[in-house]
């Protein structure tokens, strides 16, 4: 079982940066591919980036790339996503996710998620 906790999430104006953290429970967090998500309202919730198990291979949808990167931390049992250049659009709930195989893009086949964190970015 793992447990996840998001954190960081806030209210920024357009062209601010965030990072948001997630914090795992449970000693198997290494061995857990990590993914980040976000769900807007009225929307379906969309993958935004994901990374392996050990940090070496990472995905990442492209309205983000160039802004947002993760990483993390298997020491400390987290994960963390760097969202900079803000947009509006960019505002929802992110959510982390673990994976006990490869990284997916397909929400359906994560295996935990957190509560999320709503990150909400001003014109």
């Known amino acids: 079982q793992v447990q996840l906790v998001e954190s960081g999430g806030g209210l920024v104006q357009a062209g601010d940066s965030l990072r948001l953290s997630c914090a795992a429970s449970?000693?198997?967090?290494?061995?857990?591919?990590m993914g980040w998500f976000r769900q807007a309202p009225g929307k379906e919730r969309e993958f935004v980036t994901a990374i392996n198990w050990s940090g070496s291979s990472t995905r990442i949808v492209d309205s983000v790339k160039g802004r947002f990167t993760i990483s993390r931390d298997n020491a400390k049992n987290t994960v963390y996503l760097q969202m900079n250049s803000l947009k509006p659009e960019d505002t929802a709930v992110y959510y982390c996710a673990a994976r006990r195989l490869g990284t997916t893009i397909l929400t359906g086949l994560y295996d935990y998620w957190g509560q999320g964190t709503q990150v909400t970015v001003s014109s």
């Open positions: 449970g000693r198997t967090f290494s061995s857990y591919a």
